[in-house]
Structures are given as structure tokens and as C-alpha cells.
């Protein structure tokens, strides 16, 4: 009855994940970046592949200013996870985006799939385009790259924001954690993530080595408390209120970066945190709308401004 259970849950995420590529029902998918002005497909300025640690790294730029970036989700790509973000960051910041190993368009290698070899991987994309710092912003799987590049590389961190994502294997909820054992490529058969595996040029027969590959970073525990509490950069967390991530889990991030005392007394903490109403795991990146002006705010702040009086 359990097993029947966690299956049946697997599969909704499945489909969750598949409809997250639409931007609507009566929609077609959006596949590239659009200009919010013109409506028309919006270049990179620079793209390309960066030889960064034995693997050929795909990567877009975008816009002009401080440097931000971005890193999917287990399963995505550049369109299917950041088509409609891009053109609101890309209005004032530079924007990159990559795909991590064996997603999109780079390649795998015969390197165990972990978040601290993609987060090597995106310092070196980082020095491949001479950008010295930069703020970082993971999604889900992305977020976990994201706390690990934090960790082991913090001279090359400006500011941090994870969006639904966990720094320890059981900051899940026990229901989704045990959920990651039961998914495999049948799940996905005919979605847009098979479909856009397979028009990347990728062997459909080696499909389900992909799945379970991805899937393999959260079958064994792992655990960055004491190293994600000690970054120094301030971090943005935030999670859906119907999200997979346990609420004690970002509220014990928070605590640990200076939250939990009143503002008006003790002043604001560098640090953030941000629990979105009506919000899923999958539906984070259907209102990110609501979450630009929250992380723009953020990564805008005065950091030496003095709490507000009356």
C-alpha cells in the first residue's frame, strides 16, 4: 500500500514537472527566451561550450550588468526552465545560464553525477568568461549546485538564492525523499523532457541511464549543515508553501544567518527568507512574477542600511 502510494505521488510530480514546461493550458510551450517589448526571440550575446573539467559545458549570456546565475532543475535545460525568467533579469543584469552534465546540450561523461562537481563546473564556466563574481540563483536540483558553489567557492559569490531547494538529503519531506527511489523513464515516456533529450541529439535507448543518473545525487544521504550555516555571502531561501521542502529546514538556515529576532530592535539580517502562499515545488517557477521584485530587492539591498524608525 505504501509503495502503491509513493508511486502514484511519483507520478504526479512527473506530470507536475510536465506541465511546468507549459506557461499554460491553452498555450504552446515556450522554447526560447522572449523580448517582454517586442515579443521576439531573444539572442544571447555570447554562447557557446566551456572545457571545464573534462566536460564541454553549454552556456548563454545575456544582457548587460552585474552578473547573475541561473541553475536548473534535475531533468531541464536552458528553454524549459529559464524561457520566461531570462528576459526579466536580462533588463538590468547579465545573465548566464548553462546546462549542467548530461542536461540540454552538454554532453555527460563518465564522471559520478554529483552537486560538487556541477558546482566546479560552473566556477570554471565563470572564469572561461573572466567574470570574477557573481550572484548565483539554483532551482530545486539547481539550488543544491547552487549552496555547494557557496561552499567551495565563495570568492566567487556576490549573493546566494535558492529557490526550493535543500542543503541536507532529509530537509524533504519524508514522502518526497522516499519518492526518489520509485522514479524511473517510463514516468517519462512522450513528455517534453524525453522529447528535448532526444532532439539534442541524444541516444533515446540511453534515456533511462539519464534518469537514473540524475536521480542518483539524491538516493544517498548527504549532509552541508555546518558548511552552508558558516557561508558568508547572505543567502535568499525560499520555498513554496505546498513546496517538498520541510519549512523547519529553511527556517533553520534562517536562524542560523542572523533571523529569528525582531528588525525593528536587533536590525535586519543580511539573510533572507521567503515562504510563497499557494505555491508548489513545481509551481515556484510558475510565479516567479511574484518572486523577481522579492530577489531583485534582494540582491539591490543596502546591506549598511539602518533598520527603519518612526
Not at 538590468?92 to 563518465?110: C, F, L, P, W, Y
Not at 549543515?225 to 558558516?230: A, G, L
Amino acid at each position: 500500500m505504501i509503495k502503491r502510494v509513493i508511486t502514484s505521488i511519483s507520478i504526479a510530480i512527473v506530470m507536475a514537472v510536465v506541465a511546468s514546461c507549459q506557461p499554460g493550458t491553452k498555450e504552446a510551450p515556450k522554447t526560447e527566451p522572449k523580448d517582454s517589448i517586442t515579443s521576439q526571440p531573444l539572442k544571447p550575446t555570447d554562447s557557446g561550450y566551456a572545457d571545464v573539467n573534462g566536460l564541454k559545458l553549454y552556456y548563454e549570456v545575456y544582457g548587460e550588468g552585474k552578473p547573475i546565475v541561473l541553475l536548473h532543475g534535475s531533468f531541464m535545460n536552458i528553454p524549459m526552465n529559464w524561457a520566461q525568467v531570462i528576459p526579466l533579469f536580462a533588463k538590468n543584469r547579465k545573465v548566464i545560464v548553462a546546462e549542467m552534465q548530461a542536461h540540454g546540450r552538454t554532453k555527460d561523461i563518465s564522471r559520478e553525477f554529483s552537486y560538487e562537481a556541477m558546482a566546479d563546473d560552473v566556477s570554471g564556466l565563470l572564469k572561461h568568461l573572466k567574470v570574477d563574481s557573481a550572484d548565483v540563483l539554483g532551482y530545486s536540483m539547481g539550488g543544491g549546485v547552487a549552496f555547494q558553489f557557496a561552499v567551495r567557492h565563495p570568492e566567487q559569490l556576490r549573493r546566494l538564492v535558492v529557490l526550493s531547494g535543500t542543503y541536507r538529503h532529509d530537509g524533504w519531506w519524508p514522502d518526497v525523499e522516499a519518492m526518489f527511489a520509485t522514479m524511473n523513464a517510463d514516468m517519462f515516456k512522450g513528455s517534453p523532457i524525453e522529447q528535448q533529450y532526444i532532439s539534442y541529439g541524444n541516444d533515446s535507448t540511453h534515456f533511462p541511464e539519464f534518469i537514473k543518473k540524475v536521480m542518483s545525487i539524491d538516493l544517498k544521504p548527504y549532509d552541508w549543515s555546518r558548511d552552508v550555516k558558516n557561508i558568508k555571502a547572505p543567502i535568499f531561501m525560499a520555498i513554496g508553501d505546498a513546496d517538498g521542502v520541510r519549512y523547519e529546514h529553511a527556517l533553520e538556515l534562517f536562524r542560523a544567518k542572523g533571523g529569528g529576532k525582531m528588525g525593528d530592535i536587533h536590525g535586519l539580517p543580511a539573510s533572507r527568507l521567503a515562504i510563497i502562499p499557494g505555491t508548489t515545488h513545481i509551481g515556484m517557477m510558475q510565479h516567479m512574477d511574484w518572486m523577481l521584485p522579492m530577489i531583485n530587492d534582494f540582491l539591490d539591498a543596502d546591506l549598511n542600511a539602518p533598520p527603519p524608525t518612526f
